[in-house]
């Protein structure tokens, strides 16, 4: 069995994302690691290099800059380091995600498991998704709770806006996976890196989606009752970056309103406590093996 991993990343320093930190989380399960590096204002593509690492394969790209519908181009670059990875699995890993070291044994024994089992086109896992201070987890349905970042290498597929897999059968219409449960989480950190780095990235990320930024002052400013406390252990690899990039002590605006929309979640939240429903969106289709 050979697992490719898989990313693509530009102005990842200046963003402040924890790049390297998920580059290294997911080397130790890969055989080979592609990652599409777009050309930037900062040091992205010097410091993915420095890594050293045989397994790890960059490829330079030039974005798109006049794609600007709906989150395209990050399907176009996300295509690219896919369209080069030459294992049995692709494992798509952003660039503010990451593996915890106590899961890759289990994780590759899932992945020999379904090898061979072609029902499994891919692989979903559980999100913590960390919100303004590594010790509290967003858990309102607004957030996905599961996402697939595995897909089986050689069936048709691609990618509308980057962030999920769309299987294509017969030249039709196009479908979500069949999938199984990896049963190990990805640790998301993309909103709990520095305010002044969030405003940033918010501020380049618009223009490939086609509208103005949204306004964001700070993390404070969300409905509590969609936030939990974090009681695990994060990475190993991460503990410099929490140390020195993170937020880390979340002021919730007191005078805060829900909006209609984090109104409607909560709603949702109090259902699935009640019937154990799980009502976040999902991109694909669980197999009952």
């Known amino acids: 069995m050979k697992i490719s991993g898989f990313t ?9 994302y924890p790049y390297i930190e998920s580059l290294r989380s997911l080397l ?9 590096v777009g050309a930037g204002q900062d040091d992205t593509l010097a410091r ?7 397994k790890l ?3 330079e790209t030039i974005w798109n800059e006049s794609m600007q519908d709906r989150g395209y181009v990050y399907a ?21 995600e990451v593996l915890h070291e106590k899961d890759i044994p289990a994780l590759k024994a899932t992945l020999q498991k379904y090898k061979d089992n072609l029902k499994i086109e891919a692989l979903v896992f559980d999100y913590y998704h960390f919100y303004g201070s590594p010790h509290t987890v967003a858990i309102s349905p607004g957030w996905y709770r599961r996402a697939p970042r ?29 999938a199984a449960l990896a049963g190990v989480p990805i640790y998301h950190y993309g909103h ?11 501020r380049q990320v618009s223009q490939y989606w086609g509208h103005a930024p949204p306004a964001f002052e700070d993390y404070g400013h969300i409905d509590p009752q969609a936030l939990g406390e974090f009681k695990g252990s994060h990475p190993a690899v991460m ?15 007191p005078n805060y309103k829900p909006t209609r929309r984090e109104r409607r979640h909560r709603w949702m939240m109090r259902l699935e406590r009640l019937f154990g429903w799980e009502l976040s969106k999902k991109h694909y289709r669980i197999v009952n093996l």
Request: hydrophobic share 40%; charged share 25%.
């Open 8 to 16: 693509f990343i530009r102005n990842g320093t200046l963003l402040g």
């Open 28 to 36: 130790p399960l890969c055989d080979e690691v592609v990652v599409a």
């Open 48 to 54: 993915i290099q420095a890594i050293g690492d045989p």
């Open 57 to 59: 394969r960059v490829i």
């Open 76 to 96: 176009q670059q996300k295509m690219i380091a896919q369209f080069n990875c030459r294992g049995d699995w692709a494992f798509y890993l952003e660039g503010d």
């Open 150 to 178: 595995v897909i089986r290498n050689s069936i048709r597929n691609y990618s509308p806006d980057g962030l999920f897999f769309v299987v294509m059968d017969k030249n039709k219409r196009g479908r979500y996976p069949y």
């Open 192 to 202: 709990v890196r520095a305010v002044a780095n969030m405003q940033e990235k918010i």
């Open 239 to 253: 503990q410099n970056w929490l140390a020195e990039e993170a937020a880390h002590q979340l002021r919730l605006n």
